[in-house]
């Protein structure tokens, strides 16, 4: 299998993983047409110049920690596997302190960055229910980029979670903890 399949093979299964996690975020499907009985463009405009703003959840906002990466040793039983090639792997590379820089908004998306030893990256997710996952693509396509999920909870104003990231080929893997505080908070 050429490097450049494998690499979308392994994409489209992270991409359902991040899916299967988000599954419960559906709109209703059930939105109606105007009605006759519908109150004119005028009213609503007044209406709404009275109404008070809504307050932004207090998850809103960005939130911005570190992030801890290391080897994530992988054992295979199967004496017919490629378990060679992952004890080639010294740990060395792609592992180590970054930042995460998360930005959350008022309906529970969340958008963001990571940069360090996992390389530079894309965050792209939802909030639910004080639960977290966001997919992680690499900023750019290189040889060596990892790619990966984070996964946390949002408590007591504090959101603590973990990243599992691998190279395309799987032969790099690497796990991380982390912790976000929102910007401004003590």
């Not at 691998?166 to 401004?184: C, I, M, P, Q």
């Amino acid at each position: 299998m050429r490097h450049s399949s494998f690499r979308q093979v392994w994409r489209a299964a992270l991409t359902a993983l991040v899916c299967w996690l988000l599954a419960g975020c559906r709109k209703p499907q059930n939105e109606q047409l105007p009605s006759e009985s519908a109150p004119s463009s005028s009213q609503l405009l007044s209406s709404a110049a009275s109404a008070p703003v809504p307050e932004a959840p207090p998850f809103s906002g960005s939130w911005i920690g570190r992030y801890t990466a290391k080897q994530h040793k992988v054992e295979v039983q199967n004496e017919h596997a490629r378990e060679n090639a992952w004890q080639q792997d010294d740990g060395q590379s792609n592992s180590g302190k970054g930042t995460i820089e998360l930005t959350l908004d008022a309906q529970g998306g969340i958008s963001g960055k990571l940069s360090g030893p996992l390389g530079a990256m894309i965050a792209s997710g939802e909030l639910q229910e004080g639960r977290l996952a966001a997919q992680l693509t690499p900023q750019a396509e290189t040889p060596n980029a990892l790619a990966g999920v984070l996964t946390g909870r949002l408590a007591e104003g504090v959101i603590r979670g973990s990243i599992q990231a691998s190279s395309a080929d799987s032969l790099v893997v690497r796990s991380a903890t982390f912790e976000l505080k929102k910007s401004g908070a003590p």
